[in-house]
């Protein structure tokens, strides 16, 4: 039973590192819990009436919201600085909303040009992102509240007092603790190291020719998961005070990045035995280390007939002990590859951001930065969205413009766009299904609607992160549910709403398509182009003999955004495509860091090797010039150069070399004997799935450079 359990952990951990999720969830929820009954309190205080307190407890809510997500991290005096200007935002929207008055086509403008400001504010960091947000939630409240200048300074108390609430709660019940944060994304990169181990003993363990294709894809899915969870380690890293006094976080990147290594040749040797008379054993070993009986596992790995296995179980045992000494020489100097995003990894925003849209020859709009784009993107996705939106519903067309405007937050390829109104629709669809039944079982009991209410924003919140779909869905639950609670609850409303939030995906999608367009496929080839860039850097370090660690993390980042950004290409409703020779291509670069890592086990003289590193580093500038998926002949001669450097007489083997040598022959359509040809037809480095063609990498335990 306690192992049991024990497993049942490890996979919460694993697919939430750090519980980020679950701390995100709980804090919005909290606050926003909370904020209505400080509203609440406040109107009984105050004797204001029923349409005064339900107004005070909504704009509460939405600033309790706002604010809990923006106030996430950093310390008290940033967070104070911060929360200083929600007031201000709130206020400049509602003050332009009060002004507009009843002049409906005057209100609609401003609202266009406010829509065009909050997204143009974002340039100025990430504060501006929310104060954005609330100067156009501000202009909402106060436009379709048909507020007046002498209700202001009510509303402006309600926003003053909420902020002051939500900051409170960020310096205390819900301050985040960096070093316990980074305490616990550690132990979910160890989760997730497990939980490849795991998938190894079960691909090992299957007979069944049917299953082990779909086997070996998850194990490496499961592998790739793992340095997602390091790339976490490193953003957290950074954060002042995750680490104690004497910690070094280039030690703890050192250690991780030894195990990723000590995984990637497990998982290397495990796939050689897969249907061996000797898979049966390695099978015991990988789930006795998947138990954590990690000392009976290397006790069984040293008397097993295939040394890979043996040695990579050897040595993760090792790391995940703490017992190896491979990081007495790391440098102090730190500075982390990635920067976090509301304590998660950045979006593909980060990676798009100097990606010219299409047309630029033409349009002088495409020519602009991208937060200037998305700006007028949204103008004009708002702008048809009241238009076609007022054609539904005179009275509804609002929903049609929030969800053109929220297509554009978080986005940045014309495809992720459809994405999330693709999701956003079917969120709505489903939603509305279960509105209906919720709305039959909570009627008339106080109770079962808030408790309804309040499941659905922790829900939504927790789950926004897997798909924005589960965001969308609970969102109109609970939507459905202040609709029963005000007795305005109908099929026909929920319908209205579903119709006007398809006519907002569907103009937000358009505009995506024809007003300064940006391609997934330009920017894959960007994303492509920086983790070669890192990948030269890495080879330029290892020809000089400097440490490798924070170029190959750098790596490690590109490739994560590479992943990220090119996920569309093999999602077919999407408009992408299940060619195997995508998904090739793309298990190509990502086996560049795999390859890397393992250039730190080197114990060769680096005079020996720096001919061939720095050929390679030219072979990988040559590539960077070549379109995607191209023949680039100009690479043929550095990987010559560095064939003859690497089978130069006196030179020891050097398997990572040479594993990397043949995926960039791939990459660049050079075969071995020499001479351009077609991409497709070269040498097969990988599958279709990932796994490793060539032969086992190198195991061994010498001391990384």
Not at 508 to 532: E, I, K, N
Request: net charge positive; charged share 15%; hydrophobic share 55%.
């Amino acid at each position: 039973m306690r192992v049991a359990l024990s497993e049942v952990w490890d996979r919460v951990v694993a697919s939430d590192p750090g519980l980020s999720r679950l701390w995100s969830a709980v804090s919005a929820t909290f606050a926003m819990g909370s904020a209505l009954a400080v509203e609440f309190a406040f109107a009984l205080v105050t004797g204001a009436d029923a349409a005064g307190t339900l107004i005070a407890m909504l704009l509460g809510a939405v600033v309790a919201m706002m604010g809990a997500m923006a106030l996430g991290t950093g310390d008290a005096w940033a967070k104070t600085r911060t929360a200083a200007l929600f007031p201000v935002a709130f206020g400049i929207g509602m003050v332009a909303g009060a002004l507009v008055g009843n002049d409906t086509v005057l209100m609609l403008v401003v609202f266009v040009a406010v829509m065009f400001a909050a997204v143009y504010v974002r340039r100025f960091g990430v504060d501006y992102f929310f104060y954005g947000f609330m100067g156009w939630m501000g202009y909402f409240f106060a436009a379709f509240l048909h507020t007046t200048p002498a209700m202001l300074p009510g509303l402006m108390v309600t926003v003053v007092l909420a902020t002051v609430w939500v900051l409170l709660l960020s310096i205390t019940v819900l301050r985040v603790n960096s070093a316990k944060t980074l305490t616990r994304v550690v132990r979910g990169f160890d989760a997730r190291a497990r939980a490849v181990v795991r998938a190894a003993s079960d691909l090992l363990s299957c007979t069944d020719s049917r299953r082990i294709e779909r086997l070996r894809r998850r194990l490496h899915a499961r592998l790739a998961a793992v340095t997602e969870a390091a790339l976490m380690v490193e953003g957290w890293s950074a954060e002042p005070g995750a680490l104690p006094e004497g910690k070094s976080p280039s030690r703890l990147r050192r250690k991780l990045i030894d195990a990723q290594h000590a995984l990637e040749q497990l998982v290397t040797a495990a796939d050689s035995l897969v249907g061996t008379d000797r898979a049966r054993a390695a099978a015991w070993v990988a789930d006795r280390l998947a138990r954590r009986e990690d000392t009976r596992a290397a006790e069984v790995a040293r008397v097993l007939p295939d040394e890979h296995f043996s040695v990579a179980v050897t040595e993760f045992v090792a790391v995940a002990s703490g017992s190896d000494a491979t990081t007495d020489d790391v440098l102090d100097e730190f500075e982390a590859s990635i920067s976090l995003a509301f304590g998660a990894l950045p979006g593909s925003p980060a990676v798009a951001k100097d990606v010219p849209a299409r047309g630029g020859h033409w349009n002088p709009l495409a020519r602009l930065d991208m937060t200037t784009r998305q700006a007028i993107q949204v103008a004009v996705a708002g702008a048809l969205a009241i238009i076609i939106g007022s054609a539904l519903s005179p009275a509804r067309y609002y929903w049609a413009v929030i969800a053109a405007f929220v297509l554009f937050a978080g986005t940045a390829t014309r495809t992720e766009t459809f994405a999330k109104g693709l999701n956003r629709v079917l969120g709505t669809l489903f939603g509305l299904i279960a509105s209906v039944l919720f709305a039959a079982l909570t009627a008339g009991n106080t109770a079962a609607v808030l408790a309804v209410i309040i499941g659905s924003m922790f829900l939504g919140f927790y789950l926004i992160r897997v798909s924005y779909l589960y965001m969308i869905f609970f969102v109109t639950i609970m939507v459905g549910q202040l609709y029963s609670a005000l007795h305005e609850f109908s099929a026909d409303l929920l319908l209205l709403r579903l119709a006007e939030t398809a006519v907002g995906a569907a103009v937000g999608f358009l505009v995506a398509m024809v007003v300064t367009p940006l391609s997934t496929r330009d920017t894959v080839r960007s994303a492509r182009d920086a983790v070669l860039t890192a990948l030269a850097a890495v080879l330029d370090a290892a020809a000089s003999g400097l440490d490798l660690d924070a170029p190959i993390r750098t790596l490690d980042t590109r490739l994560w955004q590479l992943s990220l950004v090119a996920r569309p290409l093999t999602v077919p409703m999407l408009g992408g495509t299940v060619s195997p020779r995508t998904r090739h291509r793309l298990a190509l670069y990502a086996s560049l860091g795999m390859h890397a890592r393992a250039l730190r086990r080197l114990d060769h003289p680096d005079a020996q090797l720096a001919p061939a590193f720095q050929a390679l580093a030219h072979a990988v500038r040559q590539l960077i010039a070549a379109p995607v998926g191209s023949v680039q002949p100009a690479a043929e001669a550095p990987l010559a150069a560095a064939d003859a450097a690497l089978f130069a007489p006196g030179v020891p083997a050097t398997p990572p070399l040479i594993h990397l040598r043949h995926v960039l022959r791939e990459l660049s359509g050079v075969p071995l004997g020499g001479g351009a040809t077609r991409p497709h037809a070269t040498l097969s480095v990988l599958d279709r799935d990932g796994r490793t063609g060539l032969p086992p990498g190198p195991c061994t335990v010498s001391r990384p450079r």
